[in-house]
């Protein structure tokens, strides 16, 4: 009878949950709370790592100096082409009919300019060349002497050129109309010019008088007749074109004919003046 009712003590240690847990959690160990891992740390993004190296700069000093010399190339030039565009404002606004004029009277200054180098250079080459240099010198002083004396006007002229009559039945041309007419043919190359009866010089004035216009304080009467002597392929397509003397006259209800000739003669003189004060300088 004691067998039955005593139980064998290995056979109670292996039913008792304590006993199989020698820490007394009376569980088993995977139920047991886990401990709080560290986040891992957040890799950088591309961005990010483009900052970081580039800023702050890290600038050697040979770096900085082409970086100064790049800013002040780059402000000259922006200084540069602002002046240009500030003195091509006035040409920017000008009309068409301006432009071919300017153009054209550009293109003739500079053939007169090719054409006195030319001639220069002949002369040059005639003294250098000459046998009797003296006579030659003085030949070339004689007909320097003559163009001069075409200049004052205290010489007759004759040679190609145009006539141009401004007939004003209305009354509208006024001084300044003829100064316009003038300073164009002066820019087509006219090379003596006379009005009416007045020879035009470098000190030719207008102005507006009671009864009309005057030229150098003498009165002149219409038609005004202009003697030119120069190129007429020059001097007539310079009155003429779009914008010129020809159809600014025609606007102020006045006429303007243009005939061209091999000879015109510009025969009204000017006085000859001596200076009061200036002599020639020997050296």
Do not use: C
Not at 169 to 189: I, M
Not at 234 to 254: M, R, S, W, Y
Not at 261 to 266: D, E, L, N
Request: glycine residues 8%; proline residues 6%; negative net charge.
């Amino acid at each position: 009878m004691s067998d039955e009712h005593d139980d064998d003590p290995q056979d109670r240690h292996a039913e008792d949950p304590q006993a199989q847990d020698p820490q007394g959690g009376g569980a088993h160990a995977e139920d047991a709370p886990e401990e709080p891992r560290e986040p891992a740390a957040a890799q950088p993004s591309g961005r990010q790592r483009l900052v970081a190296g580039l800023w702050p700069p890290r600038a050697s000093r040979a770096q900085l100096t082409v970086a100064v010399l790049l800013f002040v190339l780059g402000l000259g030039l922006a200084i540069q082409v602002n002046t240009t565009s500030d003195n091509g404002g006035a040409l920017r606004g000008a009309r068409q009919e301006d432009l071919v004029r300017i153009l054209t009277e550009v293109d003739n200054r500079t053939q007169r300019l090719e054409d006195e180098k030319r001639g220069l250079e002949t002369q040059r080459s005639e003294l250098q060349s000459s046998s009797d240099q003296a006579a030659e010198a003085l030949k070339q002083t004689r007909q320097k002497e003559q163009q001069l004396g075409i200049l004052a006007g205290t010489v007759a002229a004759e040679g190609p050129g145009i006539t141009l009559t401004i007939t004003d039945p209305h009354g509208g041309v006024a001084a300044d109309s003829l100064l316009d007419t003038l300073q164009e043919l002066r820019a087509a190359g006219a090379e003596a010019i006379q009005i009416n009866d007045v020879r035009v010089v470098a000190d030719t004035y207008f102005t507006d008088g009671a009864d009309g216009v005057l030229i150098d304080g003498r009165p002149v009467s219409q038609p005004y007749v202009f003697k030119v002597i120069g190129n007429p392929q020059d001097l007539e397509p310079a009155l003429n074109i779009p914008g010129g003397v020809v159809q600014t006259l025609e606007k102020e209800q006045a006429t303007a004919d243009v005939v061209r000739s091999q000879k015109i003669v510009v025969d009204a003189l000017r006085p000859l003046k001596q200076p009061d004060y200036a002599r020639s300088s020997s050296r």
